[in-house]
């Protein structure tokens, strides 16, 4: 269901026919945009996205990187604001029918995707929304008001294999598979969703360190070794901390039990069902590992991706 050029703005086109072009992973060209690669649907969407998304203050935005655990943390966002009026221990809880991803959209590949620009005024504060957007491409509005940023990274090598077997899964069947080289040489070359992803990742590092209320900058490693530590500091960032009476029912730990992997990923709407961008929910949930890379790189591919690591988090404390 890709756009036809036809369905592109004046706007998109002309960038389309001026931008820097690679194949990408699955089917379409990624565009260079603003310094990052985008693929032509989604540079749509984004267009759309700078052009009308109008923040509130009390907006919670999640900006990741593309596999880095996106759906686990738009679950744990979405039980952790909404716990007030959906108790997470309930037996009709929303995340028990919906996908995270239909709770929680993506601005740029669901609430603007193919040019359309929904009334959003109407929704109830606080709106939780997703953007795998790179800080420099976040619309004007998020930047100047109050509103929230949780961003969300990952290792970088477990990152590259848990979007090499997701393009794999996306691609139609008589294109074959991406081979594992080919996609790791371009997610070294920075050549990947929303790549480079070490500058994806620096530029929302820095924007943290000046403006720590603004920006709270999270890693998946962290919360699968800490998870109740930082849902709780994620709580009170979002305005919303746990209450002496929520920490004696334990109400964090059913969040996070709520949003484990295990249960997510044996529901049925996640084992089954379909996102309206047509990719299936079961996609979303691979392993949930840390350091599976492991059972792939080479030595070589090791030496090669922590090399550039090394180079571009030099001077930082965001290891890996
Ligand atoms: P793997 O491919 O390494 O298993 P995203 O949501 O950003 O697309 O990231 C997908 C990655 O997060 C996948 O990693 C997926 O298995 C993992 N994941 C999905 N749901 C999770 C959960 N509830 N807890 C931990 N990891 C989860």
């Not at 590949?109 to 939780?128: A, E, F, G, N, W």
């Not at 990152?159 to 294109?175: G, V, Y």
Request: hydrophobic share 35%; with cysteine.
């Amino acid at each position: 269901t890709y756009l036809q050029e036809d369905d592109l703005t004046q706007e998109c086109k002309s960038l389309i026919a001026s931008s820097a072009k690679e194949q990408g992973w699955v089917l379409s060209y990624l565009y260079l945009y603003q310094g990052f690669w985008q693929p032509s649907r989604q540079l749509q969407g984004v267009l759309t996205c700078q052009n009308h998304f109008n923040a509130r203050n009390t907006d919670i935005i999640l900006a990741t990187t593309p596999k880095s655990g996106t759906t686990w943390l738009k679950a744990s966002l979405y039980a952790l604001v909404n716990r007030a009026s959906q108790s997470p221990r309930g037996l009709d809880h929303p995340l028990l029918k919906s996908s995270p991803h239909d709770l929680v959209p993506f601005l740029e590949l669901k609430v603007y995707v193919d040019h359309q620009v929904p009334d959003l005024t109407t929704l109830p504060s606080p709106r939780v929304f997703s953007t795998h957007l790179p800080f420099g491409s976040l619309p004007i509005s998020m930047r100047e008001t109050g509103c929230k940023i949780v961003y969300l990274c990952r290792d970088p090598k477990d990152t590259c294999i848990s979007l090499w077997h997701f393009a794999n899964k996306l691609r139609p069947q008589h294109k074959g598979k991406i081979s594992l080289e080919e996609a790791f040489d371009k997610f070294c070359r920075g050549v990947s969703l929303n790549g480079p992803f070490w500058d994806h990742v620096l530029e929302y590092w820095k924007h943290s360190l000046e403006n720590p209320g603004k920006i709270f900058f999270l890693k998946y490693e962290d919360l699968k070794e800490k998870p109740i530590f930082h849902l709780k500091r994620l709580a009170e960032f979002c305005a919303c901390p746990f209450s002496k009476k929520e920490e004696n029912q334990g109400v964090a730990e059913d969040i996070l039990k709520l949003c484990s992997f295990d249960n997510l990923s044996n529901l049925e709407v996640n084992k089954n069902g379909k996102l309206s961008s047509g990719e299936e929910n079961r996609s979303f949930f691979r392993k949930g590992d840390v350091g599976d890379w492991i059972n792939y790189f080479s030595p070589s591919m090791i030496e090669r991706m922590d090399k550039i690591t090394r180079e571009k988090f030099k001077g930082t404390t965001t290891k890996k």
